[in-house]
T-cell receptor, first 116, second 117 residues
Framework: GAVVSQHPSWVICKSGTSVKIECRSLDFQATTMFWYRQFPKQSLMLMAT?????????EQGVEKDKFLINHASLTLSTLTVTSAHPEDSSFYIC????????????FGPGTRLLVL | AQTVTQSQPEMSVQEAETVTLSCTYD???????LFWYKQPPSRQMILVIRQEAYKQQNATENRFSVNFQKAAKSFSLKISDSQLGDAAMYFCAYRSAMTSGTYKYIFGTGTRLKVLA
């Protein structure tokens, strides 16, 4: 149980275009999902907390108009990188909180974004 | 604010031997959760083990066990009988148990474990 999927796993786009990444909880309902960014050989940097049916909470320094997050259902959150630029190239990971118990987060396999 | 420190950027262990990865944290809270995650070359984050701070007994999952020292704010991970598949980045994470909290994790900087054949 507690499987989280992400789509796409790899995306290459031209500078100026927008890219949408999906995060799905496959076998449980997730009221809270998280979006992270990871640079090579570094730890995960939390970008925002996504709550179903409400606005996302962004971490300090993360542009909410640049990284649009929508959590329209209990199993799906999306991250849209708007007007992507080469500096947005990175590895993006989502996770979903399994409520109750030890409040564990389960992670998706990640999406590698390359902006040309 | 809480912080998590992993002071070992890289560790090596011989196959079948035992290795311990260190993690210390700073918090003023009394109730929280601690986690170890593994990130292999595929970059999929995998939960290794978790510990509730109110439990005195150290968590164990097969070859993985923790040494949780609450007073010292230390949470080390011991891997016994190391296997080649254990080679990965290991991240220690903290999460507040406060009901008014945001549920977010605070991650350490990670320790890269190499397993030598």
């Amino acid at each position: 149980g507690a499987v989280v999927s992400q789509h796409p796993s790899w995306v290459i786009c031209k500078s100026g275009t927008s890219v949408k990444i999906e995060c799905r909880s496959l076998d449980f309902q997730a009221t809270t999902m998280f979006w992270y960014r990871q640079f090579p050989k570094q730890s995960l940097m939390l970008m925002a907390t996504s709550n179903e049916g409400s606005k996302a909470t962004y971490e300090q320094g993360v542009e909410k108009d640049k990284f649009l997050i929508n959590h329209a259902s209990l199993t799906l959150s999306t991250l849209t990188v708007t007007s992507a630029h080469p500096e947005d190239s990175s590895f993006y990971i989502c996770s979903a909180r399994v409520p109750g118990g030890a409040e564990t987060q389960y992670f998706g396999p990640g999406t590698r974004l390359l902006v040309l | 604010a809480q912080t998590v420190t992993q002071s070992q950027p890289e560790m090596s262990v011989q196959e079948a031997e035992t290795v311990t990865l260190s993690c210390t944290y700073d918090t003023s809270e009394s109730d929280y959760y601690l986690f170890w995650y593994k990130q292999p070359p595929s970059r999929q984050m995998i939960l290794v083990i978790r510990q509730e701070a109110y439990k005195q007994q150290n968590a164990t999952e097969n070859r993985f066990s923790v040494n949780f020292q609450k007073a010292a704010k230390s949470f080390s991970l011991k891997i016994s009988d190391s296997q080649l598949g254990d080679a990965a980045m290991y991240f220690c994470a903290y999460r507040s148990a406060m009901t008014s909290g945001t549920y977010k994790y605070i991650f350490g900087t990670g320790t890269r474990l190499k397993v030598l054949a």
